[in-house]
């Protein structure tokens, strides 16, 4: 799970596992098609195709996963211009302009924000995203002498 979410993991080869399993069924499946004196017990075929069905799924449904969460190429910078321009601007904002949902704006600010570009201000619906070095010469400790 922690793969499929992006997280680092250290590998613990459950995907050789599984090949080296599929690569088993399939050399005993043609073993038991051109040997006819050889069978394979009757509940192993259906285990093989549910486990290798769940691993490919998964498989596909991550790409999938990643292809939705994916930002367009630019959005970043768009938005930061946009920022930038108007001096400060809401999540509903960058929703409307970019139409995207309020989910991928939330994400796009936050990853601007975690990057030290933009700052968050205000408190619930009155938030407001301003850019990182605006207002920031009032709160410099000041330097008498």
């Known amino acids: ?68 969460t994916a930002m367009p190429a630019g959005l970043n910078e768009a938005a930061l211009a946009l920022i930038r321009e108007q001096g400060s601007v809401s999540r509903k904002q960058i929703e409307e302009k970019f139409g995207i949902s309020a989910r991928s704006a939330n994400r796009l600010l936050a990853e601007l924000e975690g990057q030290g570009l933009i700052r968050r201000e205000g408190e619930g619906k009155g938030i407001r995203y301003v850019p990182a070095n605006m207002n920031d010469a009032t709160k410099a400790p000041r330097h008498e002498g």
Request: proline share 6%; charged share 15%.
């Open 1 to 68: 799970m922690r793969r499929w979410a992006g997280n680092p993991e250290p590998s613990r080869n459950g995907a050789l596992f599984v090949y080296l399993w599929l690569i088993f069924f399939m050399v005993a499946f043609v073993v038991r098609y051109f040997r006819s004196e050889y069978s394979l017990p009757a509940e192993l075929s259906p285990v093989i195709l549910q486990v290798l069905g769940i691993f490919f799924g998964s498989r596909a449904s991550k790409y999938v996963y990643q292809g939705r």
